[in-house]
């Protein structure tokens, strides 16, 4: 598959002067590590294709604060334990930077990604509950576990994965996952890190974010504009079952006149993917 056109990245001025340090090797910044974490591309039918969900984050958050981005959060430890799990065996579409760490496998990842979809929009991923749902704010895993459920690994597919920039202070090495859900389903804005959600054709979604009515995250507009292409969630699926996504990393290349310019490098083995 080609690679796909990247959205291009605008950094504010202390961002710039961070990488700057990066390439001249000045140790007065140091590189944050990134956390692995999980999103979800929620997909339901539409009158005209299908929809995705977006919310939108309180300008107040220390990450990604008054952009619009698909639910999702850090792999906790908890989600690499003993979680409830319905998915298959030995699947791993994703790459990892140390293939022996727990947050980083399939499963915990689709376990945080379930998780924060419940905690963030009161939709459940799950498998084997018998038709019935926790209380509002009651925690998914516990719940599960006692339900004698789980969270349905095999119906979250792998979409994209982004890497954040080293010059950010919180970094993050998230698998963007897709998965359909009924056109009847309901969200809810729970209120704590999102303040409203809405539903919004890939296409439409793509062009409000480049023209500054839907501000994202550039990884954020290019997980949309890869659904771009599809006009059926379950042509989406198919080709996401197929996919073993490349860690893309933005990272800085070099000084051009006292600028820097920046590149697509593949997260983990350096190899360049776009100048």
């Known amino acids: 598959m080609p690679e796909p056109e990247r959205p291009s990245l605008t950094l504010p001025a202390e961002l710039e002067r961070r990488a700057e340090a990066i390439l001249k090797g000045d140790q007065a910044w140091s590189i944050p590590p990134a956390i692995d974490a999980a999103t979800v591309i929620l997909l339901r039918p539409g009158s005209q294709g299908f929809e995705v969900l977006l919310q939108h984050r309180p300008t107040t958050m220390a990450f990604a604060g008054g952009m619009y981005v698909f639910p999702g959060g850090k792999v906790e430890k908890s989600d690499a334990a003993d979680a409830p799990w319905r998915g298959p065996a030995g699947y791993e579409p994703f790459r990892n930077q140390s293939p022996a760490a727990a947050t980083a496998n399939f499963r915990a990842l689709t376990v945080a990604a379930a998780r924060e979809t419940w905690e963030e929009a009161g ?48 970094r993050f090495d998230v698998r963007f996952l897709v998965a359909e859900i009924p056109e009847s389903t309901e969200v809810v804005d729970f209120g704590v890190e999102t303040d409203g959600s809405v539903w919004v054709r890939p296409q439409q979604a793509v062009e409000a974010a480049l023209g500054g009515e839907m501000p994202m995250l550039p990884p954020t507009v290019d997980a949309l504009n890869q659904l771009t292409d599809f006009r059926r969630i379950d042509a989406v699926m198919a080709d996401a079952a197929d996919r073993t996504p490349r860690p893309y990393l933005p990272r800085p290349a070099r000084l051009d006149a006292g600028k820097v310019r920046w590149r697509i490098e593949d997260a983990y083995s350096g190899e360049v993917i776009q100048e």
Not at 149 to 157: C, D, H, I, K
């Open 123 to 170: 939709v459940l991923l799950t498998a084997d509950t018998k038709d019935v749902q926790p209380d509002r704010g009651e925690p998914l895993l516990p719940w599960l576990a006692a339900q004698g459920g789980g969270v349905a690994g095999g119906s979250l597919r792998p979409w994209v994965h982004w890497v954040t920039p080293e010059v950010e202070e919180r």
